[in-house]
């Protein structure tokens, strides 16, 4: 009984739940607490918008409001079509403006969901320090939470987009069915981003401005508002390797356009990805018994 009782222990962590396999990676967390991941997931989303007059309406209104802004701001300073023939109207039989519309839109959708995960993600822990310090709670599930949220708003932003491209174009492209296939890659690597940035966040709390201040750059970086073929030779390979200016391509040609993905850089990305959400997942378990101490 005591080598039963021995081997019990070991199969727990220091929060009192039992250890999650490794060979499941950062998945494991979900599959093992998911009922709880949602309940937090869904209060998170609530608390954001509660003191909101119009509440989840903002999910609504702020994309509209930023899709206009930068094509007025790209009508004013720069030529109303782009370089590009795929920003052309002409490419799905609309008018210039409204398809300068629509592509700026689908850059947001996804890169709205790389900005939320990297911005919340090193406050996880932090923000949470009631559930972390002095209870019983599965710390692992918070990278989780962040993901989750994001993921719901990345869900009803793309509903959105679907409406207004309906209403401009007047149907959809088959392919637009692939967006999953295209964003879980991304979402891969923003798994490992979400568990390094909270493992990392927990300790230096300055990481909060340092990763707010280059979401401005990477915004400029992930070819939101222009199309890849726009910026100069030298400039490209800073984008090409970079994952969320490149799902954006992606997006852009199945959804919009109506073309198939690149499947080879897909794989690719897909590998990455992997690898890089065990490392990440790998860390925050090295470190998660000191969170306590810190909070």
Not at 168 to 177: D, K, N, S
Not at 217 to 242: C, D, H, T
């Amino acid at each position: 009984m005591f080598m039963a009782a021995k081997k019990q222990k070991a199969r727990l962590d220091a929060t009192g739940f039992r250890k999650t396999p490794m060979v499941l990676g950062p998945f494991g967390p979900l599959l093992q607490h998911y009922s709880l991941i949602w309940v937090l997931a869904w209060s998170e989303l609530k608390s954001t918008y509660a003191r909101s007059v119009f509440g989840l309406v903002w999910l609504v209104l702020l994309p509209v409001f930023f899709v206009t802004v930068f094509v007025a701001v790209r009508i004013l300073l720069f030529d109303r079509s782009a370089t590009s023939p795929d920003w052309q109207g002409s490419a799905l039989g609309v008018a210039d403006v409204p398809m300068l519309g629509l592509q700026i839109f689908m850059g947001f959708v996804v890169f709205w969901q790389a900005s939320e995960v990297l911005n919340r993600s090193s406050a996880a822990v932090r923000s949470n320090s009631n559930l972390v310090s002095g209870s019983v709670f599965p710390v692992e599930t918070l990278p989780w939470v962040v993901l989750i949220s994001a993921m719901f708003n990345l869900v009803t932003r793309f509903g959105i987009f679907l409406v207004a491209y309906l209403v401009i174009v007047g149907g959809f492209q088959m392919t637009a069915l692939l967006f999953p296939v295209v964003i879980i890659p991304l979402i891969l690597v923003l798994i490992g981003i979400a568990f390094l940035l909270a493992t990392v966040g927990t300790f230096f709390q300055d990481m909060d401005y340092i990763i707010s201040s280059l979401s401005v750059g990477l915004l400029l970086m992930s070819a939101v508002i222009f199309p890849l073929s726009e910026l100069p030779e030298s400039y490209r390979p800073f984008v090409i390797y970079n994952p969320i200016a490149m799902t954006i391509e992606q997006a852009r040609q199945v959804v919009v356009l109506g073309h198939m993905p690149d499947w080879s850089y897909l794989v690719k990305l897909s590998f990455v990805g992997a690898a890089f959400s065990w490392f990440g997942f790998a860390v925050y378990r090295r470190f998660r018994n000191g969170f306590s101490d810190v909070l």
